[in-house]
């Protein structure tokens, strides 16, 4: 595979990561904006699924050479950042 090939595959995928992170994202301030409860068990359920696939996706994309384990590595801890004001934000209410 040619470098350009090569180039244009990774800024892909990392778009398509990012555009993934993007949507949990949006599902964590939606929870913020309305301070539902975050130990609801189905806002947990789907925000864990869509967590973990996002990982299993960032695993791929790495062992395939697409994005480094930094960067994967650093969409995961912004998310989990949010998740962490979202906490903070319910039980300081």
Do not use: N, W
Request: charged letters at 30%; glycine letters at 4%.
């Amino acid at each position: 595979m040619d470098t350009k090939s090569q180039t244009s595959f990774q800024e892909k995928a990392l778009e398509l990561l990012v555009a993934d992170a993007d949507k949990i994202a949006r599902l964590i301030r939606v929870q913020m904006d309305h301070l539902t409860m975050p130990q609801c068990p189905l806002y947990e359920e789907v925000l864990d699924t869509q967590m973990f696939g996002l990982s299993r996706e960032i695993d791929f994309a790495v062992k395939l050479g697409l994005i480094e384990r930094e960067k994967g590595k650093g969409i995961l801890d912004s998310l989990e950042k949010e998740l962490s004001v979202l906490h903070d934000a319910y039980t300081d209410k």
